[in-house]
């Protein structure tokens, strides 16, 4: 398994403490701010007297509230349609030796998550000077061989930020569909966006068998 990048710079900046500089972490999305009461108050205060293991699609009142979270943004989906996992999801679309495209840069883990699936990432540069926008259809298209299954954005996306446009997310649809290919789409900093309107895969029509 290939170690973290974000985690590689941590002995780094313990060195640097122990030196007496002043480290600004930028390599961790760790907030500042202080957890709220009501969670530490929730913590102490629980009444579980044996912790047992969660279901594996994720535990059912969480799946739940997802069903009736994407209902309120206009997806209807059930509780046996999500999976809370990534890994799952390569293992169940993905043979050894396979590949996905994902637009760079991206999150690191993913990287991991193809390694522990035994599958190869093929990156396709998105620029600073294009905002990180989706690069180009012929560029993905440019990428893509017989052992290609699968197309990842994140989206919003981690690290840039950037948001996929409906026309950017209609124009993949037309891609996967081309080619008879799954798009994983990241959505976990949906509720993130300040100016641009998030547009979920799950909103394209006719790809409910490859959108995950």
């Known amino acids: 398994m290939p170690p973290s990048p974000i985690r590689k710079l941590v002995p780094f900046a313990e060195a640097a403490k122990k030196k007496g500089i002043t480290v600004y972490h930028l390599n961790i999305g760790q907030p500042d701010i202080e957890t709220p009461k009501a969670v530490m108050e929730a913590v102490r205060d629980n009444h579980i007297r044996v912790l047992e ?16 979270y994407y209902e309120r943004v206009g997806i209807h989906v059930n509780i046996d349609q999500i999976i809370v996992t990534i890994l799952f999801g390569f293992l169940a679309c993905f043979d050894p030796e396979d ?4 637009p760079e840069p991206f999150y690191a883990n993913y990287h ?12 396709v540069n998105s620029t600073i000077e294009k905002g990180f926008a989706l690069p180009s259809i012929a560029e993905i298209e ?3 061989t017989p052992r290609t299954k699968a197309i990842l954005i994140c989206n919003p996306n981690n690290p840039t930020g950037y948001v996929y446009t409906e026309k950017e997310m209609l124009e993949l649809r037309e891609l996967i569909l081309r080619h008879n290919l799954y798009l994983f789409s990241d959505e976990a900093y949906r509720e993130f966006c300040y100016e641009a309107k998030h547009f979920s895969a799950m909103y394209l029509k006719g790809v409910d068998d490859n959108v995950i």
């Open 53 to 68: 293991y969660s279901h594996s699609a994720g535990n059912e009142s969480y799946r739940k509230k997802l069903v009736a």
């Open 99 to 102: 590949e996905v495209i994902i």
């Open 112 to 123: 991991a998550f193809a390694v522990s699936t035994g599958i190869k990432v093929v990156p």
């Open 142 to 144: 440019k990428c893509i």
